[in-house]
């Protein structure tokens, strides 16, 4: 056969498959010797997914392309160790029958089985530790998308401090490297490196060996803050993409310029048809973070998953105080009094964190009185109120307090009291019958009307999600 190039042999082959199913090829070197046709890879991660996915598609269209040719799997792989290219080689000469169990790395394999009939043990299942109302279902559903191989290749989770979003990035971090351990048990992830039970009863779903791990199986997690100047080359395309299939980054708005530059040329990379569909950047934006992005980093967000986690609602702070203040001998009543004072996730960490101090040091159960008193000790902010947040959604309304409160039912008027009754709900968790007394000595019933109203106009109605947002903001 005469001399013919890579490039050449790659417009053969690809002339063979569906133009949208030829990308791939992109992926591989080729390389002719004698009556065989030698391929590259690029990592083992690509090579572990071509051979599960793409080995035979690509041997039918080599038939085709070169009939007298044999395939060869494994010489070229220069950027691995002998050992990783004699287990290539060694796999790719077993038969495809043999390579069912191999999961490819965006773990396509998973799709078969829907979250719904998994067993509670699964990677994707475990998610469900994560601290999340119905408010977050989506964020939560697109995280187990992302386990299961079907999400997005670019995501965002938007959201204020404390919210969750470092917590959801580490839980998915770690439904990531389960599947990798129980789909490579020969691989270093399990045994000492096994991350914890992911974020179960409250614990932090990644021990320090679970990172570790992390970055044997391909998954970089790591915080924008922590990217040192000497670190951003790390995060060259061409170099960080050789050895991870997966970013997470939380506190995007922390990237220092350059980095930020580094990280949309990785984005980039999600868009060229260079075979490497597995690849997943998923990011974490705190409020306001978008003022320090970018401008052409911002434009290539745009086209991104984006989804807003919103801050947690009462019952999500009662489950997070009883899975966190093991050994406190709190009551429910006083877990309440907490949920109320802390409106996120650092708030009652803050407050946790004196109770423990405190119990150090006395050995009696703590009364209500002594609560109330650590939590007003050192407070950095003044708790919020009922009347301050009447305030501010009159104002929004151009209306007097003493109007939302009268008995008038004009529809804005009616509007607001029932925006105010939500905000009062969501931000100071007060219970239904206080809430009714709060607003005129109203019936409870009447306060449950009006928040689940709100609940849902704010998922329909643009202009009503806008002015709640705006005025959660202002009480933050």
């Not at 070229?76 to 990783?84: A, G, P, Q, R, V």
């Not at 299942?125 to 992302?146: K, V």
């Not at 599947?179 to 914890?196: E, F, H, R, V």
């Not at 506190?251 to 048809?273: M, T, W």
Request: with cysteine; net charge neutral; aromatic share 6%.
């Amino acid at each position: 056969m005469p001399s013919i190039s890579s490039q050449e042999i790659q417009a053969l082959l690809a002339a063979q498959l569906p133009e949208e199913d030829a990308g791939w090829l992109c992926g591989l070197d080729f390389e002719l010797q004698g009556g065989r046709l030698g391929l590259g890879f690029a990592h083992a991660h690509f090579a572990a997914w071509f051979m599960a996915q793409k080995r035979a598609v690509f041997e039918a269209a080599l038939a085709r392309a070169f009939p007298d040719l044999l395939p060869d799997y494994g010489p070229l792989c220069h950027s691995w160790t002998k050992d990783e290219a004699s287990q290539a080689k060694a796999e790719a000469q077993a038969p495809l029958a043999a390579r069912d169990n191999l999961m490819p790395p965006d773990l396509r394999q998973k799709q078969e089985s829907s979250p719904k009939n998994a067993p509670d043990s699964a990677p994707e299942n475990a998610l469900a530790d994560f601290f999340c109302n119905s408010s977050n279902d989506l964020p939560l559903a697109a995280a187990r998308e992302l386990v299961l191989g079907r999400g997005a290749s670019l995501t965002l989770f938007l959201g204020a401090g404390g919210v969750g979003k470092s917590w959801l990035l580490r839980c998915l971090a770690s439904a990531w490297l389960k599947l990798c351990a129980q789909n490579y048990p020969d691989q270093n992830y399990s045994g000492k490196n096994q991350p914890d039970e992911l974020g179960g009863k409250g614990r932090d779903p990644l021990s320090a060996s679970g990172m570790e791990a992390l970055e044997a199986a391909g998954i970089r997690l790591i915080h924008g803050g922590e990217i040192q100047a000497a670190q951003v080359q790390d995060f060259n395309p061409g170099r960080f993409w050789k050895s991870h299939w997966a970013l997470l980054l939380d506190n995007l708005e922390r990237l220092d310029p350059k980095a930020q530059e580094e990280l949309l040329g990785l984005i980039s990379c999600l868009d060229s048809p260079d075979g490497h569909s597995f690849r997943r950047i998923v990011l974490a934006l705190g409020a306001d973070g978008q003022k320090n992005l970018d401008p052409a980093l911002l434009t290539r967000l745009s086209g991104a998953l984006s989804l807003e986690i919103l801050p947690p609602d009462l019952d999500v702070r009662l489950r997070y105080l009883e899975a966190q203040s093991a050994g406190l001998g709190l009551g429910r009543d006083q877990l309440l009094i907490l949920a109320r004072q802390g409106d996120n996730f650092h708030a009652l960490n803050g407050l946790l964190q004196k109770l423990r101090s405190w119990s150090k040091v006395h050995s009696q159960p703590l009364g209500d009185s002594e609560l109330e008193r650590l939590m007003r000790m050192g407070s950095l902010a003044r708790p919020l109120s009922c009347r301050e947040i009447l305030a501010s959604v009159a104002r929004g309304f151009a209306l007097a307090p003493e109007e939302i409160l009268g008995q008038s039912r004009s529809p804005e008027l009616v509007l607001a009291r029932q925006m105010a009754m939500y905000l009062c709900r969501r931000r100071l968790a007060l219970s239904y019958p206080e809430l009714g007394r709060a607003f005129g000595g109203r019936d409870h019933s009447t306060v449950i009307h009006a928040v689940r109203k709100i609940g849902k106009l704010r998922l329909t109605d643009k202009v009503v999600h806008k002015m709640l947002t705006e005025l959660e903001t202002t009480h933050r």
